[in-house]
């Protein structure tokens, strides 16, 4: 009796944990997106904002104990633009180059809205909402970017969407090719 009643408890338990996922955001309506680096960007991204944390506390007890505030002025120089690189341009770099990449994408299919979750500066996760409407795909093809939401650029992985259609709605390739199919009847009934 007692090992069927742990089972059954942990069936139970398996099935209240399927149906409730911690992605669930029914204000966001539905996940039609996960990217599949959101763990490496924001892992990289920590391991890149500590070590400068570490450089800032470290450099005083550095110059302290290699005497390098004795040195010449170009000693000095070099050692702090070799420890300035490391301390902010490589975050602040960092930052930018992975701000767009959308950890996961929900739409409400009543209203046309996007909700799109992305890292902030300070790693936490930030919603952007947007209108189908407001999606502008770039002229070139850009690095880092899928498309622009109003002005901002986000990167999406067009294969990790379970539906290609939801991704063809979000780039407004459903609408662009029932225009072109719209404009051909018209030139066939004008000939």
Known sequence: GFIFQVTSFHGVAV???????????????????????????????????????????????IMLKSGIGVESLLVQAAFYGLIGVFTFVTPVTLHILTKGYVIRLYYKDEVDTYTAITYNAILAEKATVFHQKDVKIPDITKMFTTFYAKTKSMLVNPTLFPNPQDYNHLMGYDKSSFLKFEELEEVKEAD
């Open 15 to 61: 099935r209240s944990l399927s149906t409730s996922s911690p992605h669930d955001h029914p204000e966001h309506g539905r996940l039609v997106y996960k990217g599949n680096l959101a763990k490496t960007v924001l892992g990289v991204k920590f391991f890149s904002y500590s070590t400068s944390i570490f450089n800032l506390f470290m450099m005083p007890y």
